[in-house]
């Protein structure tokens, strides 16, 4: 399974979207929300509240 780079939701085969840079770095998205967070808004997943990471790093995740 793959895991969106953004948001960190885990992907079904054959849906999302990857994205490859001109230096080789990969990344995979869920949705065109988690897209433009990174890419046109420049938003950092531990900052923005629907994230996991900002759920782990804010403690508010039942594990």
């Known amino acids: 399974m793959l895991i969106c780079s953004f948001c ?3 992907l079904p085969a054959g849906t999302g979207k ?3 840079q001109n230096d080789c770095k990969v ?4 949705s065109s929300k988690c897209e433009k ?6 938003r ?4 923005t509240e629907w994230t996991k ?5 804010k403690k508010k ?3």
């Open 53 to 57: 990471e900002y759920a782990s790093l």
């Open 44 to 47: 950092k997943p531990r900052t």
């Open 18 to 20: 990857m994205y490859v």
């Open 8 to 10: 960190g939701e885990e």
């Open 37 to 42: 967070n990174t890419f046109k808004l420049k």
């Open 61 to 63: 995740v039942k594990k």
């Open 27 to 30: 990344f995979y998205f869920c």
